[in-house]
């Protein structure tokens, strides 16, 4: 046997004995200690301990075991990094999970923080899903890593409030690629109005994913959205094949990012991500506007129908932030006033936040009359909800971060506006329509113009004075009827 033969040999040897050490779970009377691992049953996950990129320190993880390129997916001491090789994974006399920096167990630098009476019996497992899970003597999962995510979505997980715990479920970036600590970014729901995520930097929205309900088309995260009396928030699906695809991740240069493991290359592929455009931005063109990412030569921007820009020197230089403001407002009236609805096609509907479902099944004309009733109402839309039928949303006051591009997939956003905007956008819209209108409202208008001259000539005549001014004055006008009455009808 040659020197490398030799060598191979007890390599070999050395990954048997790790195999068949390795396990997946510990019990209240075992530990895991610097440099030992729980790999879980199918050997799709391990955790450990670890040092992030250029740093020397060291956290507990779980990460995926078959992928050559350590991919953490979860953190346990994010802000508490153990100095030095001692720390040490195991239990206090509570059956609580507890991480220490010393191998003396004097000091903890993350708990799983179950309450309760001292327990004899815990087992802490890491599953294939990834998910570490704590059970105790009741057979109880009493804490899950799954209910704590750090930076990354695995499928099966859920992302949202669980309204029955009030368990509010986020991802948070890490400070950087060394360190894993809770950084900038977070991604999370809001459930006002109709539920969205935001893309946060502290509390700042960074951008926006669409409202609840999803469209299965528009389902670019691999997940469903789901929103009713015990939960609001997405679960990633979990991929038919085996494959290892559709994690959602926010990283902590602030993107959101769905990435998959590409088997071929032997590396992680990025599958979406967000912002990517401008229009991905929260609120880039201002309130009342909508976004379009276009070619270069055109600004993104434009203003809803009724609006115009509220700077229209600094949307001539092509910033749209300060937004639009409706036309007329001071000679035209939007309440009560002969308005109606103009539609708009739109990708993103504006940021739902403060939007109202006032039916989840009603008809369009159901919802067109519950919005014009109601003055403050800027906008409804009538919307699709899977297992219900059609939903009225209803916006009220500032329309924001709508976003249209051109995708066959478009809801139907119908804004507010006055009679002059109304018959401007029936006029423009559609040829033929406008056609129809004219041919109505023309002759109506030349009738109504008849009647009053008809008026105005008997007024002058009984006056009994008939000046030569007047005269002149009556059979001009009179001329200048008929004329125009002909030609029109
Ligand atoms: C840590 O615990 C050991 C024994 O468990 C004890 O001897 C030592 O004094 C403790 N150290 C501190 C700093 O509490
Ligand atoms: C556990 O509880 C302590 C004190 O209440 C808190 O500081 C710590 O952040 C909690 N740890 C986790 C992982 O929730
Ligand atoms: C756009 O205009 C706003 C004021 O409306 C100003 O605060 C902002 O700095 C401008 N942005 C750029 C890029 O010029
Ligand atoms: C109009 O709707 C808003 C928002 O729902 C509400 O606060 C307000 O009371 C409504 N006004 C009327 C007159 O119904």
Redesign the pocket.
């Known amino acids: 046997m040659n020197a490398e033969r030799l060598v191979l040999h007890s390599f070999l040897l050395i990954l048997q004995v790790i195999f068949c050490t390795s396990k997946d779970s510990i019990n209240t009377n075992q530990f895991v200690k610097d440099g030992e691992f729980l790999i879980s049953k199918g050997n799709n996950f391990a955790l450990g301990f670890f040092s992030p990129g250029k740093s020397s320190n060291r956290y507990l993880g779980i990460w995926y075991y078959k992928i050559p390129d350590q991919t953490v997916v979860w953190v346990a001491n994010r802000n508490n990094p153990i100095i030095g090789s001692s720390g040490v994974l195991s239990f206090d006399k509570y059956g609580n999970l507890v991480l220490y920096s010393?191998s003396?167990?004097?000091?903890s630098v993350w708990s799983a923080n179950v309450s309760g009476e001292e327990a004899d019996t815990s087992v802490a497992q890491l599953l294939d899903s990834g998910n570490l899970i704590l059970v105790q003597e009741s057979g109880n999962i009493v804490w899950q890593s799954f209910h704590y995510p750090t930076h990354y979505a695995l499928p099966g997980m859920k992302i949202g409030l669980d309204l029955r715990t009030g368990l509010d479920r986020f991802l948070t970036s890490w400070r950087s690629a060394d360190d894993p600590g809770v950084g900038d970014y977070s991604f999370k729901v809001n459930p006002s109005g109709s539920p969205q995520f935001f893309l946060y930097k502290g509390e700042k929205r960074v951008s926006r994913t669409s409202p609840w309900p999803w469209r299965p088309l528009r389902n670019i995260y691999n997940a469903k959205f789901v929103n009713d009396q015990d939960e609001i928030g997405i679960t990633s699906v979990i991929p038919d094949d085996d494959s290892i695809m559709g994690r959602l991740l926010v990283d902590h240069s602030g993107f959101v990012k769905s990435v998959k493991w590409d088997e071929s290359d032997g590396q992680w592929k990025e599958v979406w991500r967000a912002p990517r455009s401008q229009c991905d931005s929260y609120g880039w063109c201002g309130a009342y506007s909508t976004c379009e990412p276009t070619d270069i030569n055109k600004f993104e921007c434009s203003c809803l129908p009724g609006y115009e820009p509220k700077n229209p020197s600094d949307w001539l230089l092509r910033n749209g932030s300060a937004g639009c403001v409706r036309k007329r407002l001071e000679s035209s009236s939007v309440c009560m006033h002969g308005e109606g609805f103009v539609k708009v096609e739109i990708v993103f509907l504006p940021d739902t936040s403060a939007a109202v479902w006032v039916d989840m099944s009603t008809s369009q004309a159901n919802c067109e009359r519950e919005c014009k009733r109601n003055c403050s109402c800027s906008a409804y839309a009538s919307i699709d909800i899977p297992d219900k039928g059609r939903g009225c949303l209803t916006w009220y006051g500032e329309l924001r971060d709508a976003v249209r591009f051109k995708m066959s997939d478009r809801y139907e956003l119908y804004v507010r506006v006055d009679t002059i905007e109304l018959a401007e956008n029936a006029r423009k819209s559609n040829d033929f329509l406008g056609k129809e209108i004219s041919a109505i409202l023309i002759p109506s208008v030349a009738s109504a113009l008849l009647v009053v001259s008809i008026r105005a000539y008997f007024w002058l005549k009984k006056r009994g004075n008939k000046g030569k001014t007047e005269q002149a004055l009556l059979s001009r006008v009179d001329k200048v009827i008929r004329k125009k009455l002909k030609s029109e009808i």
């Open positions: 010393d003396n167990q004097n000091v």
